[in-house]
């Protein structure tokens, strides 16, 4: 035997198989969609099966522990993998007072999985919140140094446009745009 104890289907389970599941101490739970299919077989590193006499031991997966557990109003399956750290799938369970702030916190969430995604994805990032615009402008001030002529003052003025970010964001949460410059422009120096 293959040690099966959970068994996940998409269609209707017949009274036959009722019987042999219930006969073998077996559960058997019912997902109707295909998307929460294809993401539990991820979960659990099996492959979904059209027929029943093509089953290898390869299609199965492994769960360290199933259990049914009531969460607010709803009672939800719940697929553990303790203690593996191999799982790709991961489920966060929100809620909230209003939908309004249960859809603010999903969108975050969604955003920081995004990201997170996309950083794992593609290590090429710059530092965010002004930084990379103040460095580019420090850079051109002082290349624009070396330049003769009326482009030195282009440069410069460029540079000063550079820095509309970091001065945007400094008024924006109520400190003194120039001085947290100043602060940027010392800290980008050292």
Known sequence: GWGVGLIIVA???????????DKYKLVAIKIVSKWTTRRLCRALKSRPVVQLETVTKED????????TKEIGADIVSVFAQLGLNESEVSTIVIRGSTKTV???????????VNMVRAMTKNGNFV???????????????KFADTVPGLEQYALKAYATALEVVPRTL??????????MIAKLYKAHES
């Open 60 to 67: 199965l997966g492994f769960c360290k522990q199933f259990y």
């Open 170 to 179: 400094a008024e924006n949460t109520g400190f003194n745009d120039t001085e």
């Open 11 to 21: 269609e209707k389970i017949s009274e036959m198989a009722l019987h042999y599941i």
């Open 127 to 141: 530092p965010g919140a002004g930084a990379s615009e103040l460095e580019c402008a420090r850079i051109l001030q």
């Open 102 to 112: 249960l859809n603010d916190v999903e969108r975050a969430i969604d955003d920081g």
